[in-house]
Nanobody, 122 residues
Framework: VQLQASGGGLVQAGGSLRLSCEAS????????MGWYRQAPGKQRELVAT??????TNYADSVKGRFTISRGNAKEAYLQMNSLKPEDTAVYYC??????????????????WGQGTLVTVSS
């Protein structure tokens, strides 16, 4: 299972960005997906998660400004509006998956994508 994140960039405060995360591979299915971020000198923190059924959870700091959604079963998006300088961070997506081996043995795990940098200027 591989995850590809994209959509980061430089934006002025008050602007918007949309991050995308796509899973690829074979013989797997995805359950929950999420976005985390890590600002310079800080620990990685939860931004938002979405289940396969569409239930969402957000960090208090982004509620009302960010929206997480699923595309097809292997995609997740993070629409970020009203961006603030404090949203500047490397954003990482992750996905909980079930992978089936050639012997049809299920293997569960969590995959992280590479980070995508979001910079919000004041």
């Amino acid at each position: 299972v591989q995850l590809q994140a994209s959509g980061g960039g430089l934006v002025q405060a008050g602007g918007s960005l949309r991050l995308s995360c796509e899973a690829s591979g074979s013989r797997f299915s995805i359950s929950d997906m999420g976005w985390y971020r890590q600002a310079p000198g800080k620990q990685r923190e939860l931004v938002a998660t979405v289940t396969s059924g569409g239930s969402t959870n957000y960090a208090d700091s982004v509620k009302g400004r960010f929206t997480i959604s699923r595309g097809n079963a292997k995609e997740a998006y993070l629409q970020m509006n009203s961006l603030k300088p404090e949203d500047t961070a490397v954003y990482y997506c992750n996905a909980d998956y079930i992978y089936y081996t050639d012997e049809d043995v299920p293997v569960v795990g969590r995959k992280w994508g590479q980070g995508t940098l979001v910079t919000v200027s004041s």
